[in-house]
């Protein structure tokens, strides 16, 4: 599908036969009646750099309720349900909201009570708020696990990061599991270099060049994140124009300035001693295509966590827990913890 996307944006002026196999012409790229459907998925693929949004198959018929807490303070937390059996939250990284879970929550639901938040700023939740920081998550966090009775976390990214911290301060999280948690090294090494380029381009105006500026900070080996800019930045606005995101889900547009909170949040958290007090089991999860930093994190992670246990999944990347990506490899690697 990106190939195509690609040949289109370059060739808008001849006819669809020539880039796509069809006949006539197709003036605003060769979107098909399958748009709708496929652009969430190419969209938030693309963020994490694979090649196609593929379309995972789900194994259940699963449906989802929502509802919402109240955090300290006040702020709605929105989150979605499905399943029955003990309770598992899973939390979203940056630019994504509670739906990127969907395929996995409905493959977990025969074997758990599966909550899906939307951190704040994004979804269902309320907003980021002035003093918005690690603790904040944290308490979010501690809220719902209360609310639900639920003990068991797991996170994605930077959800993998205040799942850690979370973990040090919250007795409730009793097993854990961390995919790609973006961890700066103790030796002072920052994954964040990026973050005075996305913040220039966010600034001016210009989103389609920090949404090609996160996708090369936070893409997987060998993914669409090694395409050059020139490529990249007029195929990502012509997608930032096309999404009109859905009934209850942000476009991605209004997710991509979330980036610098995530980030924020990132940067005051180091792997360093500090979490080989952790004492809950933990599984560390990554993909063999993560960038280098990211492994690097799990590097330094699995030598400080006293109860740890390290997965490698093969011939997937950052976002395979995501929907149409690999879930059911991810899902397996949780059963096994959490059951």
Same mark, same amino acid.
């Given at each position: 599908?990106?190939?195509?996307?690609?040949?289109?944006? &370059?060739?808008?002026?001849?006819?669809?036969?020539?880039?796509?196999?069809?006949?006539?012409?197709?003036?605003?790229?060769?979107?098909?009646?399958?748009?709708?459907?496929?652009?969430?998925?190419?969209?938030?693929?693309?963020?994490?750099?694979? /090649?196609?949004?593929?379309?995972?198959?789900?194994?259940?018929?699963?449906?989802?309720?929502? $509802?919402?807490?109240?955090?300290?303070?006040?702020?709605?937390?929105?989150?979605?349900?499905?399943?029955?059996?003990?309770?598992?939250?899973?939390?979203?990284?940056?630019?994504?909201?509670?739906?990127?879970?969907?395929?996995?929550?409905?493959?977990?639901?025969?074997?758990?009570?599966?909550?899906?938040?939307?951190?704040?700023?994004?979804?269902?939740?309320?907003?980021?708020?002035?003093?918005?920081?690690?603790? /904040?998550?944290?308490?979010?966090?501690?809220?719902?696990?209360?609310?639900?009775?639920?003990?068991?976390?797991?996170?994605?990214? $930077?959800? $993998?990061?205040?799942?850690?911290?979370?973990?040090?301060?919250?007795?409730?999280? /009793?097993?854990? $599991?961390?995919?790609?948690?973006?961890?700066?090294?103790?030796?002072?090494?920052?994954?964040?270099?990026?973050?005075?380029?996305?913040?220039?381009?966010?600034?001016?105006?210009?989103?389609?060049?920090?949404?090609?500026?996160?996708?090369?900070?936070?893409?997987?080996?060998?993914?669409?994140?090694?395409?050059?800019?020139?490529?990249? /930045?007029?195929?990502?606005?012509?997608?930032?124009?096309?999404?009109?995101?859905?009934?209850?889900? &942000?476009?991605?547009?209004?997710?991509?300035?979330?980036?610098?909170?995530?980030?924020?949040?990132?940067?005051?958290?180091?792997?360093?001693?500090?979490?080989?007090?952790?004492?809950?089991?933990?599984?560390?999860?990554?993909?063999?295509?993560?960038?280098?930093?990211?492994?690097?994190?799990?590097? &330094?992670?699995?030598?400080?966590?006293?109860?740890?246990?390290?997965?490698?999944?093969?011939?997937?990347?950052?976002?395979?827990?995501?929907?149409?990506?690999?879930?059911?490899?991810?899902?397996?690697?949780?059963?096994?913890?959490?059951?």
């Amino acid at each position: 599908m990106l190939a195509q996307f690609v040949i289109c944006a &370059a060739q808008t002026d001849r006819p669809e036969r020539d880039a796509c196999g069809g006949g006539g012409r197709q003036p605003r790229l060769c979107m098909t009646a399958q748009r709708k459907r496929d652009d969430r998925g190419l969209l938030q693929t693309l963020f994490m750099s694979k /090649t196609a949004a593929l379309q995972t198959e789900e194994p259940t018929t699963a449906t989802f309720e929502t $509802a919402s807490i109240q955090a300290p303070g006040g702020t709605r937390i929105g989150y979605r349900q499905t399943g029955t059996g003990p309770g598992l939250v899973l939390m979203h990284g940056a630019m994504m909201t509670s739906k990127g879970f969907e395929s996995l929550a409905k493959i977990l639901s025969a074997d758990f009570t599966v909550y899906i938040p939307d951190r704040r700023g994004r979804g269902m939740s309320g907003p980021f708020g002035l003093d918005y920081g690690i603790q /904040t998550e944290i308490d979010d966090l501690g809220a719902l696990l209360q609310h639900t009775g639920t003990h068991n976390v797991f996170g994605l990214s $930077a959800g $993998a990061t205040v799942a850690l911290h979370a973990a040090r301060a919250l007795p409730e999280i /009793t097993k854990l $599991a961390l995919y790609d948690p973006p961890l700066a090294a103790a030796d002072g090494k920052s994954p964040l270099g990026w973050l005075s380029r996305y913040e220039h381009e966010m600034n001016y105006g210009r989103t389609a060049s920090a949404f090609v500026t996160v996708v090369k900070a936070t893409g997987d080996i060998g993914g669409v994140a090694r395409l050059p800019r020139f490529v990249l /930045t007029p195929i990502m606005a012509l997608m930032l124009r096309l999404d009109k995101g859905e009934e209850d889900e &942000a476009p991605m547009r209004d997710l991509l300035p979330t980036v610098r909170y995530d980030v924020g949040m990132v940067e005051s958290v180091i792997a360093d001693k500090e979490f080989s007090e952790l004492r809950c089991d933990t599984l560390l999860i990554g993909g063999e295509n993560s960038i280098g930093y990211l492994r690097a994190a799990q590097d &330094a992670l699995e030598k400080l966590l006293p109860n740890v246990r390290r997965v490698t999944l093969s011939d997937v990347g950052h976002t395979a827990a995501l929907n149409g990506e690999k879930p059911e490899l991810v899902a397996a690697e949780l059963r096994n913890l959490f059951q």
